[in-house]
């Protein structure tokens, strides 16, 4: 008798963005242009057989092999395959790829990019997460990433098209209940020193002051407690903003991220600094 097949589940995402097709493909698999919207680092074989390499980090990098290439139409590739293409040891990134790498071979990454006036609609489809219940975290964290890094895509192509990005991030494992973690990363002594989120929804408006005095408003991009709260910073340029408490891949961890382009990348260092410190008192190691 014959295996049954792994059932699978897929996220399909489509976006419009006010930019051509060319630019579009130009932004998916060039690699300076990948570290404006994506990554921090990206390296690019380009061509079927080749591989579109990603970083966030030691810990956090992939390869993705190319399996098709047409230009300014559709690309293919697998998905965060362990890698060395940036000089660190290979690793496996989450606790769900490292117990199950049948599945994780399995994932495709599907871009197709259709022009519309000197617009473009892309159409992302990610395939191949099993319907098991230990993959249910990381296609949720996967939904959310895709969610956030393709509105990311939209932002730089359409206000920060050709200029560096600088990036600020603070990170800290919270053991315990992600509800109470978002509670402090939202309270007086963190995002919300003043104003509230309460209410908010994608699409919404928002105005908060943080614990820093640092004045944030904008568009909401996401608002899904204890998981994320994301956010254009138009006061800085049409930066983006990302926070929260992630599940996916053992103890959670609560994070922040912010993306800054052209005259507000001197803002990323300070914003960083400022938050390091803030997570290192709100979610001290435990002793």
Not at 202 to 229: D, I
Not at 246 to 269: F, I, N, R, V, Y
Request: hydrophobic share 35%; net charge negative; with cysteine.
């Amino acid at each position: 008798m014959m295996a049954s097949k792994t059932r699978t589940r897929s996220i399909e995402i489509e976006i419009p963005i006010n930019a051509s097709p060319e630019a579009v493909w130009k932004a998916l698999t060039d690699p300076g242009e990948l570290t404006r919207w994506f990554p921090l680092e990206a390296r690019v074989e380009p061509g079927e057989g080749g591989a579109i390499a990603l970083s966030w980090g030691q810990g956090m990098e992939g390869e993705n092999r190319i399996r098709i290439w047409q230009p300014d139409q559709r690309l293919q590739t697998g998905w965060f395959a362990p890698t060395e293409a940036f000089g660190n040891k290979a690793e496996v990134h989450s606790h769900t790829f490292r117990d199950d790498p049948e599945t994780a071979r399995t994932l495709l990454v599907d871009y197709q990019l259709e022009g519309k006036g000197g617009s473009t609609v892309l159409r992302m489809v990610h395939s191949g997460f099993s319907t098991d219940a230990k993959w249910d975290e990381e296609f949720k964290a996967h939904q959310r990433g895709w969610n956030f890094e393709l509105r990311s895509l939209r932002n730089y192509l359409e206000h920060h098209r050709g200029l560096a990005r600088s990036v600020a991030q603070a990170h800290a494992p919270v053991p315990g209940d992600p509800q109470d973690a978002w509670s402090l990363l939202m309270s007086a002594q963190g995002l919300l020193g003043q104003g509230s989120l309460d209410g908010v929804t994608e699409g919404g408006r928002y105005a908060v002051t943080t614990v820093h005095g640092q004045h944030l408003g904008g568009e909401v991009l996401s608002n899904r407690p204890p998981a994320e709260f994301a956010a254009t910073v138009e006061n800085m340029g049409h930066a983006l903003l990302r926070c929260g408490v992630e599940t996916c891949g053992g103890t959670p961890t609560a994070g922040m991220w912010l993306s800054t382009w052209g005259d507000h990348q001197d803002k990323a260092a300070p914003f960083e600094a400022q938050w390091k410190k803030t997570f290192a008192q709100l979610f001290p190691a435990a002793s």
